[in-house]
Structure formats: structure tokens, C-alpha cells
């Protein structure tokens, strides 16, 4: 059954530490990206990468935010220092290339890891 | 600005009730639409994908159209449950290039009551 894996689930820390979150896409797919998600501001995306290769991460606070595919199993989303802020669900989705020939550019999410800053 | 848009943020409805979900979007240009289902304390689940290229999509119970021109989507629901309540969001992939991105609508929660 092939599914996007996200961990930690649930997450609460205090304001000020680091907190990494983790993502392991479907396999054979080469794009992931990560959303964020809050009941104001809804789904917002963070980062999006393709072939491993980071495309688009305007999303993203850069002094504390960072995302990166060490390898094609596994995406990280890092916040470093954490602020109270950043309580949000944080979802990592995974696909095909959309601009494939036959790919239709579907995307299929994980559980999502829920963050509380304290 | 590429914007998609879902009116209204919460819809009840009692059992057996067939629904219309709306999905508006700013910019024509897209390349396809996408409807998902979330439970609460969950992921998002893909329901149904259309392509540019489609005016429509089945499954099951489920079916979503698609007007490029007028900027809209509906997904209607047949013989509504109380199984389908969730928040149902649609997003749209905007041609940007390359890069293009979903834009995702803040969702429509729904309450089938029995």
C-alpha cells in the first residue's frame, strides 16, 4: 500500500528549540513538497522539490526554515529556533513530474506532523 | 493574482440529500483541478483529478466538473451519508511554467446529518 510517511506525528516543544520533521515520499515519485497548514491562512505551501532539486521555496521563512531531500526516500523540514508562531500541521505530499508525458500531476499527502511551540 | 476560491466555508445537510460543492478559481489557465477529502486530525485524500483538457469525472457517488471558461468546479455528491462529512478542499495547478504549484481553495466543511 503506497503511501506518503510522515513523522513525528505530534510534536509539542518550546519555543526556542529545534524541531526537524521528516517525509518519505512514494516510492518512484520525484516531486514532494511541503504545506503548511492553519485554520486562518488554510493549506500554504513551504517547498516543493523535483528530482531532489529544491524549485520554489518562497513559502518559506528562510532564517528559520530549511528543507532538504538528502536523498530521493527521504524529505526534511527543519525549524530552527521554533516560535510559537509555527503551531501548525505540517503536511508533506508527494507525485509524478506534471509535465511528464502521461502523468497527470496528482498528489498524495501523508497524516501530517502536528507541531505545538509552547 | 491566481487565486481559488470555496463558498461557503460550511455546508449541513440532512442524509440522503444529493450536495453541490463550489470551487471558483481566478486565472483560466489551468493545467488540471483536483478535489480532496480530510477528516479531522488527518491528511488530505485525493478524490478525483480533472484535466484541462476534461469536462468531467466519476467516481462512485462522486462527480466533478470542470469550466475553465466560467473559472469554476463543482463536485457533486449523490445520496449523501453521514460517512461523508469532512472538509472537501479543491486546488488548482495554475500554468506558471515548470514550477507550477497547487493553489489550494480553504475547503468546505460538511455535515451530513442523519
Known amino acids: 500500500d503506497a503511501r506518503v510517511t510522515q513523522t513525528p506525528r505530534h510534536k509539542v516543544t518550546e519555543m526556542g528549540q529545534e524541531v526537524t520533521m521528516r517525509c518519505q515520499p512514494i516510492?518512484?515519485?520525484?516531486?514532494v513538497f511541503w504545506y503548511r497548514q492553519t485554520m486562518m491562512q488554510g493549506l500554504e505551501l513551504l517547498a516543493y522539490f523535483r528530482n531532489r532539486a529544491p524549485l520554489d521555496d518562497s513559502g518559506m521563512p528562510k532564517d528559520r526554515f530549511s528543507a532538504e531531500m538528502p536523498d530521493a526516500t527521504l524529505a526534511t523540514l527543519k525549524i530552527q529556533p521554533s516560535e510559537p508562531r509555527d503551531s501548525a500541521v505540517y503536511f508533506c505530499?508527494?507525485?509524478?513530474?506534471?509535465?511528464?508525458?502521461?502523468?497527470?500531476?496528482?498528489?498524495?499527502f501523508g497524516e501530517g506532523s502536528r507541531l505545538t511551540v509552547l | 493574482k491566481q487565486e481559488v476560491t470555496q463558498i461557503p466555508a460550511a455546508l449541513s445537510v440532512p442524509e440522503g440529500e444529493n450536495l453541490v460543492l463550489n470551487c471558483s478559481f481566478t486565472d483560466s489557465a489551468i493545467y488540471n483541478l483536483q478535489w480532496f477529502r480530510q477528516d479531522p486530525g488527518k491528511g488530505l485524500t485525493s478524490l478525483l483529478l480533472?484535466?484541462?483538457?476534461?469536462r468531467e469525472q466519476t467516481s462512485g457517488r462522486l462527480n466533478a466538473s470542470l469550466d475553465k471558461s466560467s473559472g469554476r468546479s463543482t463536485l457533486y455528491i449523490a445520496a449523501s451519508q453521514p460517512g461523508d462529512s469532512a472538509t472537501y478542499l479543491c486546488a488548482a495547478r495554475f500554468y506558471t511554467g515548470a514550477n507550477s504549484k497547487l493553489t489550494f481553495g480553504k475547503g468546505i466543511t460538511l455535515s451530513v446529518r442523519p
Open positions: 480533472i484535466q484541462s483538457s476534461q
Open positions: 516510492l518512484g515519485h520525484n516531486t
Open positions: 505530499a508527494s507525485g509524478l513530474g506534471w509535465l511528464r508525458t502521461g502523468n497527470t500531476g496528482e498528489l498524495f
